[in-house]
Antibody, heavy 125, light 108 residues
Framework: QVQLQQSGPGLVKPSQTLSLTCAIS??????????WNWIRQSPSRGLEWLGRTYYGSKWYNDYAVYVKSRITINPDTSKNQVSLQLNSVTPEDTAVYYC???????????????WGQGTLVTVSS | DIQMTQSPSSLSASVGDRVTITCRAS??????LNWYQQRPGKAPKLLVF???SLQSGVPSRFSGSGSGTDFTLTISSLQPEDFATYYCQQSYSTPLYTFGQGTKLEIK
């Protein structure tokens, strides 16, 4: 059974960096049949896919256009975890952030089958 | 981006009712459509993938159908635990995934 355990601060000041970590158990961050995604949810914007990392002979990253200049998603193979960094945050980045596994990530059959517990991150001074 | 529009936004129903939720894509997405259930304070849970394939462990009262731009999620006989919010999500433009705005299913 795959489990995703998220950790990180729930309050970040404007202009600073949001950092979250997702510890993976029951699967490997280096799996070539899964991708590790970050998705966020807010009342105003709904569910938004932010980006992903996955291994397929080498490491790949894809990011949503609207955060591409500010986001980094990195795997940590020694700890079997994945991290999210979002720079220069504003109050509009306030949301619940989820770490999510996608099965069949390289195909249009991709679907989000395992989710972390979610972390509410508030951007406020 | 492919826009996903769900209807209705909210729905009241009773235990035992048959309920259908609709999702429409802004362009054709074949059958690359997934459905999720979200209970308050919890993460979304995958119900159906590829428009009509039931995820392992999901009760058979849930079913999905559709192709092209129009899709439906049907719950054949509502149970108390089914009152939640439901989301559709397209994977046609992987990895530029987009979700519908959600349909909140409430007890009548």
């Amino acid at each position: 059974q795959v489990q995703l355990q998220q950790s990180g601060p729930g309050l970040v000041k404007p202009s600073q960096t949001l950092s979250l970590t997702c510890a993976i158990s029951g699967d490997s961050v280096s799996s070539n049949s899964a991708a590790w995604n970050w998705i966020r949810q807010s009342p105003s914007r709904g569910l938004e896919w932010l980006g992903r990392t996955y291994y397929g002979s080498k490491w790949y990253n894809d990011y949503a256009v609207y955060v591409k200049s500010r986001i980094t998603i990195n795997p940590d193979t020694s700890k079997n975890q994945v991290s999210l960094q979002l720079n220069s945050v504003t109050p509009e980045d306030t949301a619940v952030y989820y770490c999510v596994r996608a099965a069949h990530p390289d195909t249009a059959l991709a679907h989000f089958d395992y989710w972390g517990q979610g972390t509410l991150v508030t951007v406020s001074s | 981006d492919i826009q996903m529009t769900q209807s209705p936004s909210s729905l009241s129903a009773s235990v035992g009712d048959r309920v259908t939720i609709t999702c429409r894509a802004s362009q054709t997405i074949s059958t690359y459509l997934n459905w999720y259930q979200q209970r308050p304070g919890k993460a979304p849970k995958l119900l159906v993938f590829a428009a009509s394939s039931l995820q392992s462990g999901v009760p058979s009262r849930f079913s999905g159908s559709g192709s092209g731009t129009d899709f439906t999620l049907t719950i054949s006989s509502l149970q108390p635990e089914d009152f939640a919010t439901y989301y559709c999500q397209q994977s046609y433009s992987t990895p530029l995934y987009t979700f519908g705005q959600g349909t909140k299913l409430e007890i009548k």
